[in-house]
């Protein structure tokens, strides 16, 4: 049984609404962001799923963007160096281990 209750997990992921009300911003720019290709999402770009992890992603975003000024093709830019280094970090921790 799926929740039509925002902010609940759905098995075939949130809807762009559901997205905008978690994230706390307006549904127009979840769209924008979309067809950006700053957030992934299953389906049409008429009718997306998206998953709550990048709920947490699009927080972010919007925090580099009003904090920094940063341009959209930027904070993606930010984020995905994040990323690398978050993922650089674990591997020291590894090899370090050894």
């Known amino acids: 049984m799926l929740c039509q209750c925002p902010g609940v997990w759905k098995e075939s992921g949130l809807t762009v609404a559901e997205v905008a009300y978690e994230a706390g911003i307006d549904p127009a720019l979840v769209q924008k962001l979309l067809e950006l290709g700053l957030i992934n999402y299953q389906g049409r770009i008429s009718n997306p ?34 990323e690398e280094i978050q993922a650089l970090r674990e591997e020291i921790k590894k090899l370090q281990s050894w």
């Open 49 to 82: 799923r998206i998953s709550r992890s990048e709920v947490t992603k699009i927080r972010q975003m919007v925090r580099l963007r009003r904090d920094l000024g940063i341009n959209w093709s930027g904070v993606s830019l930010v984020l995905d160096l994040l």
